[in-house]
């Protein structure tokens, strides 16, 4: 994925100026949606972009504040 950044910004202070979660946020995102609609296949991409516009319309420090669901050994899951 190409990765779009004004110069001089690194991505992640890009990525919190313009309000824009992480792929990790909205992928959690889209599956608390998907589980809420009994898991039914064949709505991934409609999931994932209500998960982004949900996510993007939050203010920066509430989407900066969640937190990831954590696999086994502490780290997080994919």
């Known amino acids: 994925m190409l990765s779009m950044h ?5 991505p992640e ?8 979660p992480t792929e990790e946020q909205i992928r959690s995102r ?5 589980l809420q609609n009994g898991s039914q296949p064949g709505h991934d991409l409609d999931n994932w972009l209500r998960a982004e516009r949900e996510l993007v319309q ?12 954590k ?7 994919r």
């Open 6 to 10: 004004p110069a001089g910004h690194e």
């Open 13 to 20: 202070v890009w990525r919190v100026k313009f309000n824009r």
């Open 30 to 34: 889209a599956r608390e949606i998907f």
């Open 58 to 69: 939050m203010r920066p420090s509430k989407i900066s504040g969640l937190e990831l669901p």
């Open 71 to 77: 696999a086994k050994h502490g780290k997080t899951a």
